[in-house]
């Protein structure tokens, strides 16, 4: 036989029982917290008082705190609640468990022999307690934006010459095709291409190849301003992106590159490494990869005249 059974075939000797506990007390209360019916342990609890029924027990029991006005406890709902009650009149506090049933809420309260001291402590043992969990969750969350910031970096960029990589630079260009005005020619872009590079994997070999790229990118990083961006577009390709700034003004740019990067002297055996390089304005209305298609026929334009030069894109056949 379960608990439930023996409560309903013994309704008496539950009731014996409710009305003789000592440290455990029932009572039922309305809609609005007041008190309908008791046992003799919460009487017990206030000998000055004659009558209960009708009585909020708000008035009679209060929320443990150091504080001077505190909220009592929503003592409804579906599911049970547990609170820690106190008497307003003595240092006595109980455990509460409420319930919802047919006639309102029945709550029973179960006496801790706790000091009021001891209570306080409890309470603030778990305030810090709290305060070291947030302080752990903020910690976690400053380490997630940090991992977060690293795969965002590690997405957007090239491994070998840590400049921003392609998917990086179309959206940089999106943006910056939403942000000009119709009609205004705000910047321009010049597209790269090393001369012969598979030439130098061949005979010197990938290592130096690599070698060659990420001189190249400390070249663009070298001439690009702040608010330029270099990247790496694919393979021996790169590109730039220079906000307010005339097709002339793009042509110096990439020409400065082109000469430094043909005085200087990477590979052995007094090989020369060059590169081409296309340059277009932006002309609205304009996609990006129209525009990449303008600076790329400048390009191809560069690679069939000598290579080793710089084409700025026209229009005209």
């Not at 010197?204 to 190249?216: I, P, S, T």
């Not at 220079?242 to 000469?259: C, G, H, N, S, Y």
């Not at 209305?285 to 000598?306: F, V």
């Amino acid at each position: 036989m379960n608990l439930s059974h023996l409560i309903q075939g013994e309704p008496r000797a539950l009731k014996i029982l409710l009305d003789t506990l000592q440290n455990t007390f029932l009572v039922c209360l309305d809609a609005q917290g007041r008190l309908l019916a008791w046992n003799r342990a919460f009487a017990g609890l206030f000998p000055f008082i004659v009558d209960f029924k009708g009585r909020p027990l708000k008035d009679l029991m209060g929320v443990p705190s150091e504080e001077k006005e505190t909220v009592f406890p929503e003592l409804q709902g579906t599911e049970p609640q547990t609170h820690v009650l106190c008497l307003k009149h003595a240092r006595h506090h109980f455990r509460c468990v409420t319930l919802a049933a047919a006639c309102g809420t029945l709550m029973i309260g179960e006496r801790l022999h706790y000091s009021e001291d001891q209570v306080f402590n409890t309470l603030s043992q778990l305030t810090n307690e709290m305060a070291s969990v947030h302080m752990k969750l903020v910690q976690k969350h400053r380490e997630l934006q940090v991992a977060y910031g690293k795969i965002e970096h590690i997405s957007r960029t090239d491994p070998l010459t840590d400049l921003p990589n392609r998917r990086s630079f179309m959206d940089r260009l999106e943006d910056m095709l939403l942000a000009t005005a119709p009609g205004e020619e705000g910047f321009s872009l010049v597209l790269f291409d090393l001369d012969h590079f598979k030439q130098i994997n061949d005979l010197f070999g990938h290592d130096a190849g690599d070698q060659v790229l990420c001189r190249f990118a400390e070249l663009l990083k070298k001439y690009s301003r702040k608010s330029d961006l270099p990247a790496r577009f694919g393979g021996e390709e790169f590109i730039a992106l220079l906000p307010d700034t005339t097709i002339k003004e793009a042509w110096v740019f990439a020409e400065r590159i082109r000469r430094e990067l043909a005085a200087s002297r990477l590979l052995k055996d007094k090989h020369r490494v060059t590169v081409s390089a296309g340059v277009c304005g932006y002309a609205n209305p304009l996609s990006r990869e129209e525009l990449i298609k303008q600076a790329d026929m400048a390009l191809y334009d560069a690679k069939n005249t000598g290579r080793n030069r710089i084409s700025i894109y026209s229009s005209r056949p």
